[in-house]
């Protein structure tokens, strides 16, 4: 056990942090300090080491783990941290399942960390629970009653309620401790994000050092005192987020540059004279009175925070859920009342918002699923042709970059970006008229979603139009010609390319409808 000298001292310190799997390198080598009383970024890709540094952090997997790691003026050899050696160095974690009870008081889910206080004949105390928990919240800017259910709060609330939990101990004099909170806002809306972030801001003012992971790259350039990416279990860079831009971030993480914008032209309106999907009149749900049309080798946007009609939107074009009114035309036919067959008949592709529970046969392989939807093609006098599924599935994976070991690899075992690319493939492979986006890139790293992009490209250049939800504006200023923004289920704002950013479509999404 060594003894850090000086007055400065870090938050976290790693030192030579090293971990394998079957002879592969997790991370390798990794060394970085985190300043005290800051918010640090963790960012890269799937594989990067992300996770593997939380849970050797945490002493969950410390068995032949190298290195040291330093909390204050404690260190201690990665393989000897145990999870009560963390806990007593002040190390307290938040992962993206926060692990807050929504049937239960905000009190009860306090107390089911900290522990319950006891009165006479050892009844719990409500009443000095209550104030205990007050005063947490209190300390913790959540002006909420303790009494009332955990689920009565917004998203971002849940979570500060887990980090306040998790920061019991440390009162206003220790600030010692380091904070970790592993994708913390992966399903938040961007308002309950933004709201989250002033949060940890003022946190780290207060001397709390906090670390974040997230893949969302626009909170990290807003939040972020300092970022450390990794790649391929290695550390690539430590530095100041001040002066750092999107695109030099995306090349620190994927170890090479990403077009800003896509290297086709400008959709022209003025010249499309095919329209791919014409959409009069909608209603259903929450939706009203909708209007649009996309073009053929165009993408379009669908803006605006949860809650506004935008899924529903892309829902009833699909025939997954009946409009009430309206009529949606694609390719000039019109689909009626036809559901999902008539969609499919027409050339209509639609990948849901949660692939895993509406696209992705998880227990299947990846052939199965790529070839899911023209299983009929390869019957052969009622029987399977395999060597022709073989052939396809084989040419798929390499056309549309899925990495996998081969095409009998289960479906769940892929990261989130590969599953989305295979789902991507079953469609595109059907060269569709209109393809359906709903949050193409959720829950994937920003390489894959480079990829997603390049793999949408392609197919709009093949002039299929597309209409994509999504809730990172950052993403719809990159793929879109267009974006319709919408609130409470009608369309209040319509940007062309040239009018696209991030602050203007988060302005009219928040807008009151008569001020959009």
Request: overall charge negative; charged content about 25%.
């Amino acid at each position: 056990m060594t003894e850090p000298s000086g007055l400065a001292l870090p938050g976290l310190a790693l030192a030579g942090l090293g971990k394998s799997y079957a002879g592969v390198a997790a991370l390798d080598g990794v060394t970085l300090e985190i300043r005290r009383g800051t918010v640090h970024c963790l960012v890269g890709g799937n594989g990067s080491g992300k996770s593997t540094l939380v849970k050797l952090l945490a002493g969950v997997v410390n068995r032949d783990a190298r290195g040291t790691i330093t909390i204050g003026d404690r260190t201690v050899a990665a393989s000897e941290l145990t999870p009560s050696w963390a806990r007593d160095a002040g190390l307290r974690f938040v992962h993206q399942d926060i692990g807050v009870f929504d049937d239960m008081s905000i009190a009860d889910n306090v107390a089911v960390v900290t522990g319950y206080p006891t009165g006479p004949g050892g009844k719990i105390d409500r009443a000095a629970l209550d104030t205990s928990v007050g005063s947490l919240l209190e300390r913790f800017g959540l002006d909420v009653d303790p009494a009332a259910p955990t689920g009565s709060l917004r998203p971002a609330a849940r979570t500060m309620l887990a980090i306040a939990r998790a920061l019991h101990d440390q009162g206003s004099s220790s600030r010692d401790g380091v904070l970790v909170l592993d994708e913390p806002t992966a399903s938040l809306p961007e308002h309950e994000s933004a709201f989250l972030r002033e949060m940890l801001r003022r946190y780290a003012a207060d001397g709390h050092t906090i670390v974040l992971i997230t893949h969302h790259l626009s909170e990290v350039l807003d939040v972020a005192d300092d970022v450390t990416v990794l790649r391929d279990g290695r550390h690539i860079v430590t530095r100041e987020r001040k002066g750092l831009e999107y695109r030099d971030l995306v090349a620190l993480i994927v170890g090479s540059d990403i077009p800003e914008r896509w290297t086709r032209p400008a959709f022209d309106p003025a010249t499309a004279s095919d329209h791919g999907l014409v959409v009069s009149g909608l209603s259903g749900g929450s939706v009203h009175d909708l209007s649009l049309w996309v073009g053929r080798g165009e993408v379009v946007g669908l803006a605006g925070m949860r809650g506004s009609g935008r899924s529903q939107v892309v829902k009833m074009i699909a025939g997954v859920t009946a409009p009430t009114r309206g009529q949606v035309h694609v390719n000039g036919t019109d689909l009626g009342a036809g559901g999902i067959p008539s969609a499919i008949a027409a050339g209509v592709a639609y990948v849901p918002e949660d692939r895993d529970r509406d696209a992705a046969f998880g227990d299947l392989d990846v052939g199965s699923n790529l070839l899911a939807v023209g299983v009929r093609r390869y019957l052969r006098r009622g029987r399977l042709d395999h060597a022709a599924e073989h052939a396809d599935a084989t040419r798929l994976i390499r056309d549309f970059g899925i990495r996998t070991r081969s095409e009998r690899q289960t479906m769940s075992t892929l990261s989130g970006g590969n599953r989305q690319k295979v789902v991507l493939a079953r469609w595109l492979e059907r060269r569709p008229t209109l393809l359906l986006l709903d949050e193409p890139s959720q829950g994937v790293d920003v390489g894959a979603r480079a990829e997603i992009h390049r793999i949408v490209e392609q197919a709009v250049e093949l002039g299929t139009a597309a209409l994509v939800v999504s809730s990172d504006f950052d993403e719809l200023c990159l793929l879109c010609d267009r974006v319709i923004v919408m609130r409470s289920g009608r369309q209040v704002a319509e940007l062309a390319r040239h009018e696209l950013t991030p602050a203007r479509l988060t302005e009219l999404s928040f807008a009151p409808l008569e001020a959009a």
